[in-house]
Each structure stands twice: as C-alpha cells, then as structure tokens.
C-alpha cells in the first residue's frame, strides 16, 4: 500500500468572489496549483502588443494571503501569450476585478473570446518582513553575483 501524504493533506481556504455567470476560477485538475481566469470579453492582443483583459472576477482575500497571475503554459508555448507582469499581484485589500494584462510576442495578432482560459490563479499564504537598516550584510558563499555570475552550466 502506497500512502500519499500530498493527496490525503486538505486545507480548505475561504476567498470571497464576485463573478458573472461562468467566470468562478476553476482548477482543470486535482492538486493543480493554478485556478484558470476566463476572458470576460472578446479582445485581440496586437502582434508585439499588449492587452488588458478583464476576468468578470473579483475576490476578497484573507489578511497575509495574496493571488498570483500566472501565464497559462498553453498559451506562451502554442501562441507565445504570456502575461506582461509575472506574476500579476492581488493583494488582499484589492476588491476591483481581475484583469490580465497579456502580451503578444508574435508577428501575429491574437484573438480572445468571450470564455478563454487566459491565465491562473494561485492563492499563496506570505510573510511580511521586519525591514532592518544595516550598514553591511554578512558575507555569503554567493555575494554580489548576480545575472549569469553561475554560469550556463
């Protein structure tokens, strides 16, 4: 017998929707990370362009939890759609509605229907920091490397 803690494990999260008929973020598959945001709206993102779609959603989140929007894999592989500012943040006071802002790094504009799977949401718990003024950092195997300083291999 193969136990599965990560299938057996559930914690249910209360978050407050506003959504029009057909637009409540759903997960495609159990233990998805990601929640899929529909398009409320038919829109083109321009080739090279961009695109502020708005989902039909709004939600309230609990104090110390935020909402990510990611890009759906789907879309940047088969249409090269990402979302511009990854991940889009919904802090937990924003009560407006969701909009994705897509961007189009093809030669070719793309088409969005009323219904479309444009991005995801992932809910995720932080932690707010104590900001400590310092005059220096303690030292780090790292340091100071940064873009590329650990090589391509």
């Known amino acids: 017998m193969v136990l599965d803690y990560a ?11 506003v959504a029009e008929d057909g637009f409540v973020p759903t997960y495609a598959q159990p233990g998805d990370a990601g929640a899929d945001l529909r398009s409320r709206v038919a829109a083109v993102v321009p080739a090279h362009g961009r695109a502020l779609v708005p989902t039909g959603v709004s939600i309230a ?14 879309l940047a592989h088969k249409h090269g759609i990402t979302v511009l500012n990854t991940p889009g943040t919904i802090d937990a006071g924003y009560r407006g509605e969701i909009a994705v802002n897509l961007f189009n790094s093809t030669d070719v504009d793309f088409a969005v229907e009323i219904g479309d ?3 995801q949401l992932v809910i995720q718990q932080i932690e707010h920091a104590q900001f400590i003024t310092v005059e220096r950092l303690p030292e780090s195997d790292r340091g100071e ?3 590329g300083s650990t090589g391509k291999k």
């Not at 299938?7 to 999260?13: A, E, R, W, Y």
């Open 7 to 17: 299938l057996t494990v559930n914690k249910n999260l209360p978050v407050l929707i």
């Open 117 to 119: 799977r444009i991005a």
């Open 145 to 147: 490397g940064g873009h």
């Open 61 to 74: 989140l609990p104090n110390g939890y935020v909402g990510l929007v990611h890009p759906r894999s789907g």
